[in-house]
């Protein structure tokens, strides 16, 4: 093993490293570009690091790690988190299990399709990037939206012409959610055909 991937290996470890940039690298080990790209190559042919795309890598050997802690990593610099089917599905809200992750960001609607699988984002105004926190599941550390902040943003997006997304189907007379902070939170979006929908389906 080169020196350089066995520096690497300690930084990773010392500070705790589980998604990162080559620019990361270079902060954290004072590595020239072309060297670490070199280091990194290598780590991920052995299957240490996983890359993500041209830039990003994933901790290989990081406990725990979740394709959730990608969404804040590939929407950078524009804020983003996990929520629609994803989220509604992480609470129990939907019993259908999304193939790709879902989330939304207040930059441009893109689909990645990483190693560690797809992930599909779609764009809020940045006034309603809120309603989300850090949860954290073993090791893994992700932002994900109150189960009424996904169900409230899924709503808004599947009124948008065109839109590929539907609510789902409810499958109880009502949607397991508080109803009180289901209709604060909608009064927020000032969506009034959000407010309309609210009231006929939700």
Not at 104 to 128: C, D, E, I, K, S
Not at 164 to 182: D, F, G, V, Y
Request: proline share 7%.
């Amino acid at each position: 093993m080169s020196h350089s991937t066995a520096d690497l290996l300690g930084v990773m470890r010392d500070h705790r490293l589980r998604v990162f940039t080559t620019s990361d690298v270079l902060t954290l080990t004072g590595m020239r570009r072309s060297a670490a790209t070199h280091a990194l190559r290598r780590m991920a042919a052995r299957r240490l690091v996983v890359r993500v795309r041209r830039g990003l890598w994933v901790n290989g050997m990081a406990e725990d790690l979740s394709p959730y802690e990608l969404v804040r990593h590939l929407a950078a610099p524009w804020p983003a988190y996990v929520s629609l089917y994803s989220a509604l599905a992480d609470y129990g809200v939907v019993q259908e299990i999304p193939h790709v992750i879902y989330a939304v960001t207040a930059g441009r609607t893109r689909r990645y399709h990483t190693p560690l699988g797809g992930l599909h984002f779609h764009h809020l105004p940045a006034r309603l990037i809120w309603g989300y926190a850090m949860k954290q599941v073993g090791r893994a550390v992700f932002p994900l939206a109150e189960p009424e902040k996904a169900l409230l943003d899924l709503a808004y997006l599947a009124l948008t012409p065109r839109s590929p997304l539907t609510l789902p189907q409810r499958r109880e007379r009502r949607w397991p959610l508080n109803a009180a902070t289901l209709k604060a939170y909608a009064a927020r979006f000032e969506c009034p055909p959000l407010a309309a929908l609210l009231r006929l389906r939700l």
